[in-house]
Each structure stands twice: as C-alpha cells, then as structure tokens.
C-alpha cells in the first residue's frame, strides 16, 4: 500500500501533470471567484481537453480546478452572500455577516485555514479508509441509509435559529418540494401539473441561489451602501481567523471528520455534509444564539467541510462508480474518458491511481490556497465597493449560475420564485436552512424508505444498525429541544438587554 | 501535440486571471465580462479541440452538402458523465473529418425527464443540418405509454445510424441457486429483483412473472446500473434485469472468480443468442408460453434495443443532407480510428446504417392501445 501511495505521488510529481494541475487552478479560481457560479460548469468545459491526457494528468486537472473553485466558493459566499456552488450556501449564514461587519478578512482567513485542515482530513480519512472501504459500503443497505436520513433530519432542530414549530414546518416544506417529479418505485410523475419543468423534480441549485443569495442583493441594493458597514482594519485580520482555526480546532477536525464520512456513503450525498456541520457547530457552541450574527465557528465548521467531504465521496465514486457528488459524475465522466473502470481494481491493480488522486487534493489544495493568499487583500476591498455598482453585476451571476443548472428557464422562474420567499423568510424571521436540508435529505428518505418497504416490508426497523442509529436520532432531537428553550430565554435575555443599551452591538 | 494543449489552456487561464486580478474597481466587472463568450449562452456546450481529428480518409461528399467553416451542434439527452455522454463525444470527435467540409462539432447536454425534455427540444430544432441528436432508446417506450410532456413523435425523427445493439437478460446471484427459468417459478422464496422504477426493465420482469410464473418480487427506486450493481453485491436484491453488455464492463471483478458472481438466467432477444452470451436460453424458446397480448408486448418493448446508441436529425431535413449524414456516419464506425476510441471507452461496437434503423424504428414498431395498456399497467405493478 505504501508502495502505491509513493508511485501514485511519483505520477504526480512529473512537471508536464503539476502543470496541468496549476493550469486547472488558474481556470477553477477564476469561475469560482465569481458568485454563483461553481467548480461544476468549469469542469463540465473542460472535460473534452482531457482525451488525450493520462489518467493521473487527467484527475490532478479536474480535482485542481475542483478544489481551487470549492475554496474561492467559500468566499464569493462570505463576501457577497452567494453561495459559490448553489448547494453549499451553510457558509453564508455566518460568514456575511462578518463581512458586514467588516471582518471579511477574518472570515476568509479563517475559512481557506480550515478547509486547508478538512482537505488534509479528508485525504487521511481517504488512505485510511481505502482497505476496508468495499465492506463498510456495502454493509450500508438501504434501511441504515433511510435511518442516516432520519438522523440528518433531526439537525433541522439545531438549525431552528430560535423557533422550533416555524423550522419543523420548513423542513416538512422542503420534503414535500422533494416529492416534485418522478417516483423513484413506480416512475410516476407526482405535483408536475404539466410543467415539462418539474419532471425533474424541483432543482436544489435555483432554490439555494434564490433563498440565500437575492434577499442579500435586495438587502445590500435597497441600503445604498458598501457591503461592509464598518470600518476594515488592517487588511480586515486575515491572521486571526487563521488563529481563530486553531483555537477551535477541535471544531475543526469534527466537522472534517463527520463530512469525510457523510461523503463516503454512496447516496447519502455530500450537498447534506456541509449543512450537518454547521449544525454540529451550533449544537457544541456554548452561546448557540449568536450564530447567524456572524460567529466565526459558523464559517470554519462549513470550511472545514468543503474539502472533507469531496476526500470521502471520492471513495464510492472510485470503489462503485456511484457520485457522492456533482463534481463526482463530471470525474466520472472523465474516467469513461480516459478508461478506467470503477470498481475493486480501483483498490488492488490501479490503487496508484486512486492515492495520485489522494494527493491531488492535499497538494492542489495547498497551492490554491497560497494563489488566493495573494488575493485577499484585493477581494476584502471589494466590501467597500458601492453596492450599486456590484448589485447589478452580482445580480447577472446569480441568473447565471441558476440558469447553468439545466440549461432551462424554468430555472429562472424557479430563482424568481425562491428569491422572493426567501426575502419574506428573512423579513419575517422564519428559517431557511431547514428548508433546504429538507429538500437535499427529503429525496433521499423518500427512496431508501420505498427501497426497504419493498424488500423487508417493516421488518427493517428491528435491524440492529437502524435500531442504533435511531436510538441516536431521538437523543439528538432531544438534546436539541432543551437546548432551544435555552436559547429562546436568551434571545429574549438580549433583546431585553437592547431596548435598555438603545443599540444592536454588544454581542460580536 | 501535448505541448500545444499546454499552451492553449495555458493561454486561457492567464488570460482569466489577468481579467480577475488588478485594482479593485477593475477587478469585478472584468472578471464578469469574460465568460460571456463561453459559458454564459450554452453553459454545458463544449467545443472539442483540433487535436482530437486525425488526419483520415474523407467520405466522397453529395456535390450540394458542404460543412466547411460551420459548427454543428450534437444534443445529448442525459447529463455529462453518464455513458450517452461518453459515446457523444466520441462521436463529436470523429464524425468531423467524414462530413463533407470537416466541421467543428459541439456536444450539447440538454438532460432532463428521463430524455423528453432535449428529445422535445430536437424534434423542433431547425432540420438545416446544423443540429443533429443523439436520440434516447428508452424514449420510444415513454412516448407509446403518453408519458406527459411527450411533444415528439419519435417516427417522425431522420436516422442517420446506430452504433451499439442491446441485448437485455435477467442475472442472478450464481449463490442464490437460480440457473435456469425453471428455477425462477419453482423458488419457493421470492426472488428480489432491482431495478429503476418507469424503465423498460420493469416490463420484462413482469411480464416474467405475470406469462410465465417466475416468483419475482421487484425492488424499485434505485438510480441507475451502479446503485442496484451495490445493491446485487450486499445481497440487498438477488439480482436484475437490464441491458447485459454493461454489467461485465462495469463490473470486470464479478467475473474473476470461479463460479462468476453473478449468471445470466435468460435473454431477450428474437432469432438467435447474443454472441457475449451463446449458451443462456433466448426469450424465444418460451414464446408457446405467452399470450398473444403478452408477446406483442414483450415485442414492442425490446424492439428499439436492436438500435442502441442511435443518431438522428430533426424532422423535414431534406433528402441530401440525410444522404450526406448517413454515409458519414456509416464511414466513422468502419474507421480504424472510432473504432478503437469505441473499444478505449469500452463500449462494444456494432454499427448500423440510417435504412437499417429507419426499418426498424419506422416500419416494425406498431403498437394496439392494447399493448399500450399493458405496458402502462405493468410499470405500475410490481
């Protein structure tokens, strides 16, 4: 093994691949860097350069351009409120917030250290895993993926921001939106009302874009104001969110380890990983009621995540040819390309190759990190930028990156339509984030549950694995009440503590 | 020929970055500006690069027909990676240099409803030879059960050939004890057979079960070959029915071991045994058994996969643009050069000219409201 671990670096280590690999960085960090639009399309162009490429030159291409744009992702999502990939929106949440406060240098620090920290977690989880990786898959039917679901579902609690009934609604919205389109037992079409559109089931990259993205654009156009409403400081202290991942770095490493696993179960879809991280951020804070203010554990447990996760759902995309992820069906495209075949001999004859791409990421994401180390100082002034001279730009992006989901305009209607519920969800206080993990884990309960009725009828629910897991769903929920009331009685604390200081600072 | 990939890419990504870096004031609107050329019209159209076309023996062009200095544009249904994908770009590559005036071909991905959405799109397309399509086989099945949105008549559509043949068989776990049809009536257990729910598979099955007695119970809802091939692996089900030639490609280590992983139990072809599988009885030797109803059903349902990987041109082309197409496309899957990109994306060949698809898309496909009514109901069974 350690053999193959060396030839995979070898392979890799040639100037023509290294090469390719800073090329692929280059094009992935500049259509990341623009809002909205994600990794995906830039890998999706650039697929056909890979024809005539080996298959290590291949992969370090690819995953380059990958890992370079998951990062800058990051950041479009903390400096302007976008999300960078449409389905990794967990870092808004907190991170903007900094940004308005002006610490978006601290934001971004703290959130290229932590993803530094998850990509080399992730690649680690990846090497140590890859032995005994086909068994763990393949002990994972469809009963223990509908209770991992059932698990996820119980986050929504910790999402709740405060309000435990108006994020349980949330949740049941986004698994009905879930049901739109196509059963996956009988392939009947379910609420389409003759949309050719909604065939396909309502799309999570629009509906992500629109919730969290246009209420920021409308935000920041109707403030007639730079984004940040303080002042910057030094280079908005890019070194302390560096320091700020180190003093968490506990957080860090959960998050990093709990997103490499999620990522590694094939179906359970690496889009939930990042949203379970937050949660899991909010569940072991101490003072859980000042995320969403702009807490920078909000910002490195989502980080932390962005790489982790790819470092896992490689593992299925290798080892069974099923994607854990978007970006995993492009590589997989590429690996009919240049032909290889998924499966055990991924493991024995071709393990090289699966450690090359083990180490695409640790060193693509080392390098992607210095050439946007160079960047920040440039990107933090951008919060100074008038806001009506990035609205319209930022505004094209967001159109862009729905409409590069599925070519269709009915993504656009679909942004429209989420936008301006995301807009009265912001001004009247209910949650988002429930919506769209129920919308992400809602498609997948609804066929891991169909899978095992039809197999075992009820008798899955005495399967010792699903009894465990659901034993820890309901400990997790509970935990999760208690811990709302406590941070309702402290809202209500803070607010108290507001009207008598007549301001809204005091709790940064 | 590496070395001239490294600088146009090279090239490209300067020149993206020089856009996005500078003074801040610059830096957003530049970096706006420059993917409106590529990405911003058609975001998942993919021009290929030159390097891709060899030099090679060009077809005799009809004397009206020239593509010299025009981009064509190939739609593919389904989204980049999955195997439509994987032949349409191949296709992309090399079907240039045998079209008179060797144009440029792009590949556009226009996925979604399973094929209905891109298939609509192509039907309407404008027939002047500058979009051409990869057409769907299982569209023919979701066209004659009224799925909804269905705006096309796939008869209508001009074939220009087909590359690959289809042969679809039940395989079973060899350590579940089923070898033979026999074995499937008289198993006293159910016997868990995966699949994707509103696909053609789900009509075989039935029709197994319900004309020959096979006790099979489906287990419906996965995604696809690779989803239910883990699910045939963890004994989750006991095996599928589908198309056969992509089991061994996707899963070679199934059959490393002695007896394989899985067998193949029975094939569903008319007139004679595939050649990957010459001892595994054909549907045929039941037909005795079937009811009228059941067999024309079982027809209509496997008689577009003899036409596997099919390109086609919208309707109203005239007839010398689909002359010029038809032998193009019959000179590329003889050439050496497809045939081993074919071989490298390990997608087994068997090339088919435009009258021979015609034949059997146009002229052998008739369905009764009858036959219609059954598939319906037994997509809806299980």
């Known amino acids: ?508 | 020929m590496k070395y001239r990939m490294f600088v146009i890419l090279g090239t490209l990504a300067l020149g993206l970055l020089a856009t996005a870096c500078g003074s801040d004031a610059t830096a957003v609107p530049a970096a706006a500006a420059t993917p409106t050329t590529g990405p911003v019209s058609t975001p998942t159209a993919t021009a290929l690069t030159e390097e891709a076309a060899v030099a090679a023996p060009t077809a005799t062009p009809p004397a009206s027909v020239d593509f010299a200095g025009k981009t064509i544009t190939l739609l593919v249904m389904y989204s980049p990676g999955g195997g439509y994908d994987a032949v349409g770009r191949v296709v992309a590559a090399h079907l240039p240099r045998h079209l008179p005036g060797k144009p440029r071909i792009i590949v556009q991905n226009r996925p979604g409803a399973g094929g209905v959405i891109g298939t609509n799109y192509a039907y309407t397309a404008k027939p002047d030879g500058l979009t051409i399509a990869e057409f769907p086989t299982d569209i023919v099945v979701t066209q004659l059960v009224g799925a909804p949105g269905v705006a096309f008549d796939f008869q209508k559509f001009l074939y220009m050939g087909a590359l690959q043949k289809a042969t679809k068989a039940c395989y079973y776990r060899t350590d579940r004890g089923i070898k033979t049809l026999q074995d499937m009536i008289d198993s006293p257990s159910p016997i868990f057979t995966g699949g994707s729910g509103g696909s053609s598979d789900v009509v075989l099955s039935g029709l197994l079960k319900e004309e020959l007695g096979a006790n099979i119970t489906q287990v419906l809802g996965y995604q696809g070959t690779a989803d239910t091939h883990i699910a045939i692996e963890s004994g989750e089900v006991d095996g599928r029915c589908t198309t056969w030639s992509t089991v061994p490609a996707s899963n070679p280590s199934w059959f490393e071991t002695t007896p394989a992983l899985v067998t193949p139990v029975i094939q569903f072809t008319i007139g004679g045994a595939d050649k990957a599988m010459p001892d595994v009885p054909t549907i045929d030797d039941f037909k005795d058994q079937f009811s009228d109803k059941g067999w024309q059903t079982l027809l209509a349902t496997i008689a577009p996969l003899q036409t596997y990987r099919t390109f086609a041109l919208p309707p109203g082309a005239d007839d010398s643009m689909l002359a010029a197409y038809r032998e193009a496309f019959e000179s590329m899957y003889n050439d050496p050069l497809f045939i081993a990109a074919m071989e490298r994306a390990n997608r087994p060949l068997h090339g088919q000219n435009g009258a021979t698809v015609e034949n059997i898309l146009v002229n052998e496909i008739k369905v009764s409201q009858e036959v219609r009514d059954n598939i319906i109901r037994l997509l809806a069974a299980k």
């Open chain 1, 1 to 508: 093994m350690f053999e193959a671990a060396a030839d995979g670096l070898m392979g890799l280590l040639d100037p023509f691949t290294l090469g390719l690999m800073v090329i692929g960085i280059l094009i992935g960090l500049v259509v990341g860097l623009l809002p909205g639009l994600g990794g995906i399309t830039a890998m999706v162009l650039m697929l056909p350069f890979t024809f005539d490429m080996t298959p290590i030159q291949a992969f370090s291409f690819l995953l380059g351009m990958f890992v370079v744009s998951s990062n800058a992702g990051e950041l479009t999502s903390i400096l302007f409120g976008v999300p960078g990939e449409g389905t990794t929106a967990a870092t808004i949440l907190d991170g903007h917030p900094m940004a308005k406060k002006g610490q978006a240098g601290r934001a971004m620090g703290a959130s290229l250290a932590s993803s530094a920290v998850g990509a080399v977690l992730g690649a680690i989880t990846l090497a140590i895993a890859l032995p005994i990786v086909r068994p763990l898959v393949l002990s994972f039917g469809a009963p223990e993926l509908f209770a991992l679901t059932i698990l996820g579902v119980t986050f929504i609690a910790s999402l709740s921001g405060g309000s435990l009934t108006r994020s349980i609604l949330m949740g049941g919205m986004g698994f009905a939106l879930a049901t739109v389109g196509s059963s996956p037992q009988t392939g009947i079409y379910r609420f389409t009302f003759g949309a050719p559109y909604l065939l396909e089931g309502v799309q999570l990259v629009p509906v992500a874009l629109g919730l969290f993205a246009i209420p920021e654009i409308i935000d920041l156009a109707v403030r007639r104001t730079s984004i940040a409403q303080a002042d910057l400081g030094k280079v908005g202290g890019v070194m302390q969110g560096v320091k700020d991942a180190f003093t968490h770095r506990w957080l860090v490493v959960r998050s990093a380890s709990l997103s490499a696993f999620i990522g590694l179960i094939p179906g359970l879809g690496s889009a939930a990983a990042q949203w379970m991280s937050y949660a899991h951020a909010v569940q072991s804070s101490p003072r859980k009621e000042e995320f969403g203010t702009g807490r920078v554990e909000g910002v490195l447990a989502p980080g932390a995540s962005a790489n982790a996760k790819e470092g896992g759902a490689l593992i299925p995309t290798v080892a069974f040819g099923v994607p854990g992820s978007l970006a995993m069906a492009i590589l997989l495209g590429a690996f009919q390309i240049v032909g290889l075949v998924p499966g055990p001999r991924m493991l024995t004859t071709h393990l090289d190759v699966t450690f090359s791409m083990v180490w695409i990421l640790v060193i693509a994401n080392f390098i992607s990190i210095g050439f946007l180390a160079l960047l920040l100082p440039q990107l933090v002034r951008l919060t100074k930028v008038k806001g009506l001279i990035l609205v319209p730009i930022i505004l094209a992006m967001v159109w862009l990156g729905a409409f590069s989901n599925q070519s269709n305009f009915g993504d656009l209607v679909l942004l429209a339509v989420a936008g301006a519920m995301g807009y009265a969800m912001v001004a009247l206080d209910w949650p988002r984030p429930p919506l769209i993990l129920g919308l992400v884990l809602g498609s997948l309960a609804d066929k891991n549950l169909g899978i095992a009725y039809q197999r075992y009828h009820y008798d899955f629910f005495t399967d010792p694995t699903v009894v465990v897991i659901l034993l820890i769903a309901a400990a997790s929920l509970v935990y999760a009440l208690v811990q709302n009331k406590r941070i309702a009685r402290a809202k209500a604390g803070l607010a108290e503590m507001d009207k008598r200081t007549g301001g809204r600072g005091g709790h940064a």
